[in-house]
């Protein structure tokens, strides 16, 4: 028999707070008995489920595993901006002339995670 993935966990400080910010991004729910200071936060978002867990070290390198981010309904530099204005800070900026490439950005905690074309950008 296979396993399946049931959770990307993240270690975090806040568990709660980079919860509701990927509730955001992702257009997703938090789980219902989540609460401020909880040391375990869960957010279901369509095809994924985050589990965030309050650790005490601090983040102190880059990432070894990340998420790549497909808009849905806008247009991945729309995207980025959106994601910004929610708390997300630029890394790096790996968009080409010709409209292919990336942003890499970090969370509200300086987790890196990547926003892609949408696939309207990719087709046309």
């Avoid at 959770?7 to 980079?18: E, F, M, N, V």
Wanted: aromatic content about 4%; hydrophobic content about 40%.
């Amino acid at each position: 028999m296979t396993s399946l993935v049931r959770h990307l966990t993240i270690d975090c400080a806040d568990a709660y707070r980079l919860a509701r910010f990927w509730a955001e991004v992702l257009d997703g729910s938090l789980a219902e008995d989540d609460l401020p200071g909880d040391p375990e936060a869960t957010v279901t978002a369509a095809g994924s489920a985050l589990l965030f867990v309050t650790v005490p070290e601090a983040k102190t390198g880059k990432n070894r595993v990340h998420l790549d981010l497909q808009p849905q309904d806008r247009g991945r530099d729309e995207e980025v901006e959106r994601l910004l204005a929610l708390g997300a800070t630029l890394v790096a900026d790996h968009r080409r002339t010709d409209g292919t490439g990336w942003v890499t950005l970090a969370d509200i905690e300086g987790n890196e995670f990547c926003v892609e074309r949408s696939a309207a950008e990719r087709s046309g």
